[in-house]
């Protein structure tokens, strides 16, 4: 925890700075400002909703050796904003690393859900993500964090060199989730410690805005989804939370398990993400 309070905050200026700020208008949410800096790039589609939406992409298709990615997000009081990828974040053989960063400010009454799509590193990819959430008093979350074993059509099941990943939301100071995992096949043969999994989520949940969701998370399984190519388990968090943990032996499957917790969400937003998408 202390390593995400005390970060390094780069210059605006530095190659994969990005800046999201949004804010309640008259009609809606609109963005006050969006900045990014290549090799990061934002998208910001219109939508049918009462948010705004914004996809991270990046130019090169995917994250290279020495890419490093940070965005700030700010979400004012009231206002909603969906922020989402393109496509998979893919990244590709990094002697030296890549690293993706997300601090999120979410104000009162307000609404953030981060909906990227999972990272899928390839053979010798090294890479490190950071996350961290600050939510106001009566704001709402929606956070998925999901990675996938890489190119396992072409042999490259959990060959990756390294994957971490750190996610802390807090509200007022005080953690409601500090979740890390990091999978290094120095610590142990990655595909035999993976076993048949090849995909893995997490979706968390908070604040009232988020309690259809909450409900969605918490409730047992379909029958039909208890087997061996899906392993789920949900758990509340405190008084307005919940986090659900998916392992599925394909991204589809993973996929299908996600969406079908995330079923109230086109009526949260007024719109559907993922009408064309998964």
Known sequence: ?????????????????????????????????????????????????????AYMASFGGGL????????????????????????ATK?????????????ARVGEEALLVLLPDPVACFANARYDQETSVTLAPGASLVLLD???????ARGERW???????????????????????????GEGDLPHRMGRFEALGMLA???????????????PPAPLRRRASLVEAASPLGEDGALLRVAATSVEEATLALRERLRSLPALLGDDPLARKW
């Open 64 to 87: 290279v050796d020495g890419d490093s990615v940070h965005l700030e997000v700010d979400v004012g009081a009231r206002a909603t904003g969906l922020l989402s990828t393109q496509s």
């Open 1 to 53: 925890m202390e390593a995400l309070a005390h970060r390094e905050v780069p210059s605006q200026h530095t190659p994969g700075r990005g800046l999201l700020a949004l804010e309640q208008g008259r009609h809606g949410t609109v963005v006050r400002a969006a900045r990014a800096n290549s090799p990061l790039k934002l998208l910001l589609p219109r939508n049918h909703g009462r948010g705004a939406w």
């Open 159 to 185: 060959a990756f060199s390294r994957y971490t990943a750190r996610t802390l939301i807090e509200r007022q100071g005080v953690p409601l989730l500090l979740d890390a995992v990091r999978l290094d096949p």
């Open 205 to 219: 949940v908070f604040g009232p805005q988020t309690a259809a969701l909450r409900e969605a998370l918490l409730a």
């Open 146 to 152: 999901a990675f996938t074993c890489g190119r396992a």
């Open 91 to 103: 990244v590709y053989r990094s002697p030296r690393g890549c690293r993706q960063t997300l601090h």
